[in-house]
């Protein structure tokens, strides 16, 4: 009989983000902050766990379509106006 795999969701996605912020240390952490910041507003405004857990994969990948180090740059830049 075979035995299913089973992956813990929110390990995978942190691995993820570990895995984009390697592509540079300039942004390292960067998703990771936006999620704690996220986690802590959704806290405070008390939505559901279930919304809770959706915003803090959401704020884990927010990057995810930004390539290459100029363009994950440049999303740093808040003053780039084309964003």
């Known amino acids: 009989?075979?035995?299913?795999?089973?992956?813990?969701?929110?390990?995978?996605?942190?691995?993820?983000?570990?895995?984009?912020?390697?592509?540079?240390?300039?942004i390292a952490k960067h998703q990771q902050r936006v999620a704690f910041i996220s986690?802590?507003?959704?806290?405070?405004?008390?939505?559901?766990?279930?919304?809770?857990?959706?915003?803090?994969?959401?704020?884990?990948l927010h990057d995810i379509g930004a390539f290459s180090i100029e363009e994950k740059m440049a999303i740093q830049n808040f003053e780039n106006i084309n964003i």
């Not at 939505?47 to 884990?60: D, G, Q, T």
């Open 39 to 60: 986690w802590e507003i959704g806290m405070h405004l008390r939505v559901s766990h279930h919304i809770l857990k959706r915003l803090f994969a959401a704020s884990l």
């Open 1 to 26: 009989m075979k035995r299913g795999i089973s992956v813990n969701f929110g390990n995978l996605l942190l691995s993820l983000s570990d895995a984009i912020d390697f592509s540079n240390h300039t």
